[in-house]
Nanobody, 117 residues
Framework: QVQLVESGGGLVQAGDSLRLSCAAS????????MGWFRQAPGKDRELVTE????????YYADSVKGRFTISREKVKNTAYLQMNSLKPEDTAVYSC??????????WGQGTQVTVSS
């Protein structure tokens, strides 16, 4: 089992920045990847970004490329999501997730990010 605790999020204005953190505990030695999903009202949940834990390879959704950066601090078993140049359309509940196989199966509690115009 892997437990995830998120921090960060909040209400900001368009153009502002926010950083989310996700601390993992438990069977962290088995981590394959960590990432963030988001879900806006009335929309499906989407994978925003992920980082391969041991290789560092990253993926970004087209909508956030160039604005969001995911990083990890392996010693602390923590992943970070730096969100810059936020837009109102980034408003959503952001959930940290972790996987040990090909499927995300561990989830954080979710945090609201609201970007006002």
């Amino acid at each position: 089992q892997v437990q995830l605790v998120e921090s960060g999020g909040g209400l900001v204005q368009a153009g502002d920045s926010l950083r989310l953190s996700c601390a993992a505990s438990g069977r962290t030695f088995s981590l394959s990847a960590m990432g963030w999903f988001r879900q806006a009202p009335g929309k499906d949940r989407e994978l925003v970004t992920e980082v391969i834990w041991n290789g560092g390879y990253t993926y970004y959704a087209d909508s956030v490329k160039g604005r969001f950066t995911i990083s990890r601090e392996k010693v602390k078993n923590t992943a970070y999501l730096q969100m810059n140049s936020l837009k109102p359309e980034d408003t959503a509940v952001y959930s940290c997730a972790a996987r040990v196989t090909a499927t995300y199966e561990y989830w954080g509690q979710g945090t609201q990010v609201t970007v006002s115009s």
